[in-house]
């Protein structure tokens, strides 16, 4: 294997070919290896820079960075390797697309086919690689099961398609703020303490209180008491035990404070503080809810908690007496959809939180209730005034609300008293049960309010108007495409790593609600109750009898996707398929895929482009770099090859790839990584590795052998979540 390293276009060694491209099939931009350098900077400072980009309409998980996948696209696209093409690719590398970059490249790329290129995204997700395959002129095509993917796709590039510059970010502002401003008005009633302290109590920290079975004394299961260690603060709940309850006050504390939670360890398990009994199977239908403190933002002094002041909230009978009445005014249902109960990753569940109308308190519940009708009505004003399809794009849009609502304002968001901030509760990749939640009023212009929400939808709905090409968005599964043979001319995807996340158990929350404003706007993907989930390629132990069986039922369902995207691209097109995960099951499902199929790898190049600070990060198991696999279809077969041949190989690699990348900066790890994904490549394109036990031994082999280099790469070989 020759690694070169001479380019006088290049700051950093230049990725690794692996295998050399199959005959009469001529190389594309991305065969030269320069992916992980302009594309990981650009899409790493997007991330920062907070670009105003699709990502701020709706809610969806583990979207790349749109500067990252606009040149991924580009160099998949591209036949040309020279000057030009990399002056294209640098130009077009801003978190807010540059109309003259863009147009030179739609024109570019076009001047190489006989006739449009066509792209495939066969999991499209949040719809960053349709957006920006369109957005270079290409005609293309994106698919995914799940039909809250589905929608999001074509609310944000669909819709607008069809129709003229009408000022539509206007028309969707105003839209937005008569929304809002009668949604305030609905809902005065609902929050007395507006008036009161001048609309600055903007929250509400509740916990749950348990009455217990053997000698009647109240006490509190709360687990988060702090409520402030911002700037040198130090504020918390303090309990004592009175005679018949726990009481609590609102105090300084030192820094070291060490609080008595009932809850004894992890174990579930709560003990009385009275008599000492301890109680399992703990349930909060059998609880009650406890308001525990106000929160009050002063422009001045900052934030405050007070003592939850009499009449903070109406009585709970009159609230669902109004939700019963507004319910049977839409003619609709609260969400019945069960969660799943999975133990560590969907756990509210396991608490008595099991439909997706309990994750909200009643108020919360019925702040929805009141947003959905207000958007409902907003609909039939748009179409008398503009038509059917403008009304839908910005509904489409505005039902960001919903999900800002749904992540931000329910029992299962949590305050963050290090930065005196709202945290979200759907950001993946599981479903975490708190005892102690913060409850917003979001018409005040505190924390994760909508009026905020409603100016980044607004710029989010400008960058997703900009035009292009052609794009086709359906519900489809990756396993069965609805295209014909030899159809495309690059397939780009980014797929659900294995077990990371389980989107239709995370996207049920959001579809369950926005189900009852478009269910007769758009029938077709809100027909049923939940989302898609039999089809979904994930691997999940709950959906299976025993973890080989879980193992075995993705190796099967990945397989069948590899060679249904052979099918269908033609002989000299491009499969870019993006991949990244830290345990070894994850990659031997990689490896099986690759050998059931045509395709030869014939590089694997690291993007670094994931968030460091995201929630998921702070795991031990954790990856900051994600892999691009470029293959071709070939019609050799793949021969068998030696683990020592691999090894030494992979070993070349480290030397002049993966150490010269640390000395750019790269953490060692994800440089680590980068050696790795080459060798799970190599091993991808043998059909049998010599001297070993299995595709996993092989690999576990050749990552002990990166770590002799690189200490700190670590490759879990562990069970299915």
């Not at 007070?306 to 109406?314: R, V």
């Not at 849009?397 to 329910?410: A, E, F, K, R």
């Not at 590899?562 to 070894?584: P, T």
């Not at 010269?660 to 991808?684: I, T």
Request: hydrophobic share 40%; aromatic share 10%; glycine share 4%.
């Amino acid at each position: 294997m020759e690694i070169s390293n001479n380019s006088s276009l290049s700051r950093a060694p230049i990725s690794p070919i692996i295998a050399e491209l199959p005959p009469l099939v001529n190389k594309r931009l991305i065969d030269f290896g320069m992916l992980h350098l302009e594309a990981s900077l650009a899409g790493f400072g997007e991330r920062y820079k907070r670009g105003e980009t699709s990502h701020t309409i709706h809610v969806w998980w583990a979207r790349r960075p749109h500067t990252a996948m606009r040149a991924l696209v580009f160099a998949s696209i591209c036949k040309e390797y020279s000057k030009e093409s990399f002056e294209n690719s640098k130009l077009l590398l801003s978190s807010k697309p540059n109309y003259h970059a863009v147009k030179r490249s739609q024109v570019y790329l076009r001047s190489q086919y006989d006739s449009t290129p066509r792209l495939l995204d066969m999991f499209g997700g949040g719809g960053t690689i349709g957006f920006e395959s369109r957005l270079l002129g290409v005609e293309t095509y994106s698919i995914d099961v799940n039909e809250l993917s589905v929608f999001i796709q074509k609310s944000n590039f669909e819709y607008s398609n069809v129709l003229e510059d009408l000022h539509l970010d206007q028309v969707l502002l105003k839209s937005g703020m008569r929304v809002l401003e009668k949604l305030k008005c609905d809902t005065e009633w609902l929050y007395p303490l507006r008036e009161k302290y001048n609309d600055l109590a903007f929250g509400y920290i509740w916990s749950y209180s348990r009455k217990c079975d053997n000698c009647g004394y109240r006490y509190l299961l709360m687990k988060r008491p702090w409520l402030s260690k911002k700037k040198g603060k130090s504020q918390a709940f303090v309990l004592t035990e009175g005679d018949r309850s726990q009481e609590t006050r609102i105090s300084d504390v030192d820094k070291d404070y060490k609080f008595s939670t009932s809850w004894l360890n992890r174990s579930g398990q709560i003990k009385c503080p009275k008599c000492g009994i301890i109680s399992r199977n703990i349930d909060v239908r059998a609880c009650e809810d406890e308001l525990m403190s106000v929160i009050i933002s002063n422009p001045r002094n900052g934030k405050s908690f007070i003592a939850t002041p009499k009449h903070s909230i109406p009585a709970s009978e009159e609230i669902l007496r109004l939700e019963e009445k507004l319910l049977d005014e839409m003619n609709v249902s609260l969400p019945g959809s069960k969660l799943p109960k999975w133990s560590g990753i969907v756990n509210p569940s396991l608490y008595g939180i099991e439909t997706h109308s309990d994750f909200l308190n009643p108020r919360q519940r019925l702040l929805l209730l009141y947003l959905i009708r207000s958007l409902r009505e907003e609909y039939s004003l748009l179409e008398g005034n503009y038509g059917k399809d403008l009304s839908k794009w910005v509904i489409a849009n505005l039902s960001g609300l919903i999900d800002q609502l749904v992540d931000w304002n329910c029992r299962l968001s949590m305050w963050i008293p290090q930065n005196e901030q709202v945290g979200r509760a759907f950001s993946g990749p599981g479903i975490a049960m708190y005892w102690d939640y913060v409850e917003t009023d979001p018409l005040l212009r505190g924390p994760s309010n909508l009026w905020d929400k409603l100016k980044r939808i607004a710029d989010g709905a400008k960058f997703t108007a900009t035009k292009g090409g052609s794009i086709s968005i359906q519900k489809a599964a990756a396993q069965k495409l609805p295209f014909e043979d030899a159809f495309f001319d690059a397939i780009v995807t980014d797929p659900p790593y294995y077990d990371n996340i389980f989107y239709s158990a995370l996207a049920d929350f959001f579809y369950s609600w926005k189900r009852l404003l478009f269910s007769r706007i758009e029938p077709g993907l809100f027909e049923k109750e939940s989302t898609e989930s039999d089809s979904e390629l994930v691997a999940a132990s709950f959906r299976s009898t025993t973890e080989e069986e879980t193992h075995k039922k993705y190796c099967l369902e990945l397989e069948k996707a590899f060679n249904e995207a052979a099918r269908v691209l033609k002989r000299d097109g491009v499969f870019s398929f993006i991949y990244s995960h830290s345990s070894l099951n994850a990659w031997d499902a990689i490896v099986h895929a690759y050998r059931s199929s045509p395709f030869i790898v014939t590089s694997a190049q690291p993007l670094s482009i994931e968030r460091k600070q995201r929630p998921r990060a702070m795991t031990s198991e954790a990856v900051n770099t994600c892999i691009v696999f470029v293959a071709r279809k070939a019609e050799a077969s793949k021969p068998k090859k030696t683990l020592e041949s691999i090894i030494e190989s992979v070993s070349e690699i480290i030397v002049k790839f993966s150490i010269p990348l640390m000395k750019l900066g790269w953490d060692e790890n994800d440089a680590a990584l980068a050696a790795f994904a080459n060798g799970v490549g190599l091993v991808a394109n043998s059909s049998e590795v010599l001297n070993v036990v299995d595709t996993k031994d092989a690999l576990m082999k050749i990552a002990d052998e990166i770590k002799k280099t690189m200490p700190k790469f670590f490759m879990r070989s562990r069970k299915v979540l």
